[in-house]
């Protein structure tokens, strides 16, 4: 009876022990998997964009890390330039990369350079994440400013 006590002992010590160490090795892989994202989406293309700075029709080639600059720096510039296609196309590459049941939230931050921008993969841009689960965040210069640039994945 005593063997058979400490052996269910044992299995359920066992058993617990896997599943905190399954546990935070999916944490662990789950935290590379946002940071893997974050580095090989601002290395991505996402060209050729049209956009629209002070009133002047110009056309957008480049990585996702120099599109997130000119849209930064577009939005400091003129209020009436119409960057949608730029933000659509960083978006884009995000949601490829991002896979289901994963949702994603793309801030970037700097002083000077006005609100926050936030590109989410919903169609309305989500200001604050619901139970943010794993985050990333790179610098990025924009006209000699240091930004931030955070991704924001959760289930």
């Not at 049209?50 to 577009?74: I, P, Q």
């Not at 949702?103 to 993969?121: E, K, N, T, W, Y």
Request: hydrophobic content about 40%; overall charge negative; some cysteine.
């Amino acid at each position: 009876m005593i063997i058979l006590a400490a052996t269910g002992t044992l299995f359920y010590w066992a058993s617990a022990s896997t599943a905190r160490t399954t546990e935070d090795m999916a944490t662990r892989d789950l935290g590379r998997y946002v940071c893997d994202i974050q580095t090989s989406a601002l290395e991505c293309d996402a060209s050729p964009v049209n956009y629209t700075k002070c009133g002047e029709d110009l056309a957008f080639d480049g990585s996702v890390r120099d599109c997130l600059r000119t849209v930064l720096a577009c939005r400091n510039a003129d209020q009436n330039s119409d960057f949608g296609g730029l933000v659509d196309a960083v978006r884009s590459v995000y949601r490829l990369l991002v896979e289901k049941p994963y949702h994603f939230s793309l801030r970037a931050s700097a002083r000077g350079l006005g609100p926050d921008l936030v590109i989410s993969d919903e169609t309305s841009v989500v200001e604050t994440p619901g139970a943010v689960r794993w985050t990333a965040a790179v610098p990025i210069l924009v006209n000699g400013v240091e930004a931030e640039l955070t991704l924001y994945i959760w289930r």
